[in-house]
């Protein structure tokens, strides 16, 4: 079983930044790719931004020169930071992450989400 938890979610004005953190724990052997996705109220789930092996990152051109994402790989942590955020930046913020588990099974594993509200 792998458990990914977020944290970092909260209430913030326009302009400001906010840091998200993930953890992922449990019966992981590696992880080859982590990232973020978004869901506002009456929208699909979208992805804000991603980083794959070798260390290459993809992002929505929405949050591009806004958004950074890392990793911790030693900590099984990504992070995202968000900075310039604007009322339309405001939904729910999963994690996920591509798991190699230690029974040698590939999945696809997500958080429970954390919330971001920008008030303009």
């Known amino acids: 079983q792998v458990q990914l938890v977020e944290s970092g979610g909260g209430l913030v004005q326009a302009g400001g930044s906010l840091r998200l953190s993930c953890v992922a724990s449990?019966?992981?052997?590696?992880?080859?790719?982590m990232g973020w996705y978004r869901q506002a109220p009456g929208k699909q789930r979208e992805l804000v931004a991603d980083l794959r092996g070798g260390g290459s990152t993809n992002y929505a051109d929405s949050v591009k020169d806004r958004f950074t994402i890392s990793r911790d790989n030693a900590k099984n942590t990504v992070y995202l930071q968000m900075d310039s955020l604007k009322p339309e930046d405001a939904a729910v913020y999963y994690c996920n992450a591509d798991v190699v588990t230690t029974m040698g099974l590939y999945r696809t594993y997500w958080g429970q989400g954390t919330q971001v509200t920008v008030s303009s």
């Open positions: 449990g019966s992981i052997f590696s992880i080859s790719a």
